[in-house]
């Protein structure tokens, strides 16, 4: 459930962050920015779904998730494809992401 969770997260994150990008860069009106703001709020509540008694490990855990989801976006969103480097370190952030939610807590 919690990948579920951070999956939707990154989804609303990555978008209302690209609402801001449209904005600044693409030279989109700035109206982008109410469906951007409204976005990252759904983030932000999304993220106190997870089961977890500390946000710091929340976040970071979410960490992996955010930079696989971000090269999807970079993908399928911007089409341009990820290179080696891009999937190796998102499979290194997504190793990290495991260890945090999966590891032993004494």
Known sequence: MTYII???????????????????????PVWWLAP??????LFAW????VPSEAAGRTFAAYGGIYIAASLLWLWLVENR???RY???GALVCLAGTSIILFGPRG
């Open 6 to 28: 951070y999956a939707f997260a990154a989804v609303f994150e990555i978008g209302g962050c690209f609402a801001f990008w449209a904005w600044l860069k693409l030279g989109k």
């Open 36 to 41: 951007g703001m409204v976005s990252l709020a």
């Open 46 to 49: 999304l993220l106190t779904l």
């Open 81 to 83: 494809v990820p290179d």
């Open 86 to 88: 891009d999937i190796g």
